[in-house]
């Protein structure tokens, strides 16, 4: 018991890795902040502090890394960009006309680098070839177009 009262860093840093060990199976950040925590204990009792002292400073550091850094730790892991799959992540993107596009016959469109049968969004529309034009929506495997610098009408 000598050696543990001399050493008591190690009790600290034997504390801090069972607690990181921990927070891998929950991976709620808590337990990591309490180990952060116990090494700052151990580092104030391998200096020679008082045990009064070591146990004021993990608590002291273990709340603050609780309070100040994980709620900002945990936000940025929760938030992230916005995953597009599919087809979806073309709605928005502009196009270039390869075969007239018109109501009554669909027409293509180079778009991503691939050919796309395309219809027009505006009914009443004929898109020459070469307009660069924009895509609003997908319906199987046609996307409807628009005209890139043409306001919508409602």
Request: hydrophobic letters at 55%; proline letters at 5%; one cysteine or more.
């Amino acid at each position: 018991m000598d050696w543990l009262g001399d050493n008591l860093w190690a009790g600290w840093l034997a504390l801090a890795v069972a607690l990181g060990a921990a927070e891998l199976l929950s991976l709620d950040l808590i337990l990591l902040m309490l180990a952060v925590g116990c090494i700052a204990g151990a580092i104030t009792g391998a200096i020679g502090a008082a045990v009064i002292l070591q146990v004021l400073v993990a608590g002291a550091a273990s709340v603050a890394m609780l309070a100040l850094v994980r709620p900002n730790l945990v936000k940025r892991l929760h938030t992230g960009p916005d995953l597009q799959l599919g087809h979806s992540k073309l709605v928005g993107r502009q196009a270039i006309v390869t075969e007239e596009v018109t109501s009554h016959k669909p027409g293509r469109v180079k778009l991503a680098g691939e050919i796309w049968t395309a219809q027009p969004y505006d009914d009443s529309l004929t898109i020459k070839p070469g307009e660069t034009v924009d895509v609003l929506a997908m319906k199987g495997a046609t996307v409807y177009v628009h005209p890139a610098h043409t306001a919508i009408e409602p």
